[in-house]
């Protein structure tokens, strides 16, 4: 009998993914622009985040923090940031962390205690979902985006009520109900906290963020979103009054117990922040219109109202086949599966950017005929 290894069930449980097509492997790459470089192969970027394509400014990275922020790892450069990204969000002050997933962490676990009640959107991305496990509220996840089944959850009694949503649905590409969230926030004096991660600097007014959109951006009570995204930089930040802020910089772990995001990143973001955003906004509204009008044209069905757009395929191995068929024809949409997404739901998620031409759009959409054709 072979021996048996301390660590033989990872083994198993790796055999169990790999069987469900579920397996996720590592893959190297050099994204620039509109392309990316994969094994030498040249692609057609689908798959950024970097929304506004902002172009590349040099990154001075002169300084390493070294320490967290209550020690020495703040400088002024935090300063500067958070007074700018609070304006930007019409909030009293605003608090960087070193990602969005931190910011999500930190921040919900800060405020929500045992007592409280928790609605949270059914798609709501994993680092929400993780952050309502760290407090002791009890929650309870509403349908996606459905304002009944919202409204009838807010019923329940509690200390603090607080309804969590992504602003633009991460995997989804439509926007939150957020009109109508306000209003049942109002009527059930619920606080309202938007993770807008994918909605910030890509929406609304300046980019000011999917509320804005809407026009209730001055009744959301805690913002939380990405410098990695849309702003095309790196880390995260909330935007809120500032009692909160004090408080999760006295109880947020993942603000206290890590290093500070180095300020080279925080000054690198507050260039991209002061540059022409409102320029590469537009073109990448234009080119959000003409990838999906393209793609209704072909017969996809097309929901999103974002520039992110899923083409969903449902079965796992399907929508693998899909994106290698993509990739061997030089365009990269990296195939999204359990547990992103829930099963059987797995997907194509293109992500429009402003780094694309015209061209790279016309190429696209004959490859996405091509794969039309071969799978639906
Ligand atoms: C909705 C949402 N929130 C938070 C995050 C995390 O942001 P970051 O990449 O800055 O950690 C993501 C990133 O995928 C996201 O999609």
């Known amino acids: 009998m072979a021996s048996k290894h301390k660590l033989d069930f990872v083994d198993t449980e790796l055999q169990a993914i790999k069987q469900n097509n579920l397996y996720r492997k590592l893959r190297y790459g050099k994204a620039q622009g509109a392309y990316i470089t994969i094994n030498g192969k040249k692609l057609l970027n689908l798959c950024s985040n970097d929304y506004l394509g902002i172009p590349i400014t ?3 990275a002169n300084q390493l923090q070294s320490s967290s922020r209550l020690v020495s790892g ?35 676990s800060a405020i929500a205690k045992k007592g409280d009640l928790i609605l949270s959107d059914e798609l709501n991305h994993a680092s929400i979902i993780e952050s309502c496990k760290l407090t002791d509220a009890k929650v309870l996840i509403y349908k996606h985006n459905d304002m009944q089944d919202l409204q009838i959850k807010t019923k329940q009694k509690a200390k603090n009520k607080f309804i ?46 999917t509320p804005n959109h809407f026009h209730v951006g001055k009744k959301i009570d805690l913002y939380i979103s990405s410098l990695s995204k849309g702003l095309g930089s790196f880390g ?8 909160v802020v004090d408080l999760c910089i006295n109880k947020s772990k993942s603000f206290i117990y890590t290093s500070a995001l180095p300020s080279f990143l925080v000054k690198h973001s507050l260039k991209r922040f002061e540059s022409n955003r409102e320029k590469q906004k537009k073109k990448l509204e234009k080119n959000t219109k003409s990838l999906s009008k393209g793609l209704r044209e072909i017969g996809f069905e097309i929901n999103s109202e974002s520039q992110i757009i899923p083409i969903i395929v449902g079965n796992e191995k399907s929508a693998m086949d899909f994106g290698k068929f993509l990739f061997d024809n030089g365009i990269f949409v990296q195939p999204i599966r359990y547990p992103t997404v829930p099963k059987n739901q797995a997907r194509l998620r293109i992500s429009v950017t402003a780094w694309l031409k015209d061209k790279d759009i016309e190429r696209a959409l004959e490859i996405f005929q091509k794969a039309y054709v071969k799978f639906c």
């Open 164 to 209: 969590i949503t992504e602003g633009v649905f991460s995997m989804d590409g439509d926007l939150s109900s957020l009109k109508q969230i306000t209003e049942i926030a109002e009527k059930t004096n619920a606080i309202t906290i938007v993770d807008d991660a994918h909605g910030d600097f890509v929406i609304g007014k300046d980019g000011k963020g």
């Open 58 to 60: 040099k990154i001075q």
């Open 74 to 108: 703040n400088d002024e450069s935090y300063k500067k940031l958070e007074k700018v990204l609070a304006k930007h969000k019409s909030q009293q002050n605003s608090l960087i962390f070193p990602t969005g997933y931190m910011a999500n962490l930190g921040s919900i």
């Open 236 to 243: 995260g930040y909330i935007a809120t009054q500032n009692n």
